[in-house]
């Protein structure tokens, strides 16, 4: 089924979504798109669903054509402290901060979200899949994040984020289980290994 360009047609609308919620390791990421109304992509779906290669390729696209977008992260850290489903709300929340131009309607992935301001929105489950605007967030969600997991890869390769993305892929489990944690693991993940942690 094609994606639909809006929700409605009255209000200015900006999709979001987020990359890294399920993740052992790494911040998690959110974004916020704004397109035109006339948008339109052969290769855009839902970011699980496209390509690495076609995924550059539509952020490139997704930025030059985009009435405004921004994205953002929330730390290791943050996500322990409040865990991980208010820190994905909390990117998203970042990212329409950074908006240039203000929404009027946010129509956010999922069936959850915290309102934001005044601003209405929609939740949609597997909205990525349903909406350009969304679909759009969800590719510059998981390529950002997966550019910042390939730099952090540099320094620990031991866990080979540079493949799994901080996944807990069996690969990822044993090298837990093998060199522990390290400043980058989430915590609050029931992902304690038996060794010590290692910083």
Known sequence: MPLLNSYQDELIEAGCDEAGRGCYAGPVFAAAVI???????????????????????LRSVIEQEAIAYAVAQVSVEEIDRINILKASFTAMHRAIDALKTKPQLLLIDGNRFIKY?????KTFVKGDGRFASIAAASILAKTYRDEHMLQLHESFPQYNWKQNKGYGTEEHRKAIEQFGLCMHHRRSFDIEPKQQMMF
């Open 117 to 121: 301001k005044r601003t209405p929105h």
């Open 35 to 57: 397109l035109p109304k006339e948008f339109h992509h052969p290769l855009l779906n839902d970011s699980k669903q496209v390509k690495e290669a076609h995924r550059n390729e």
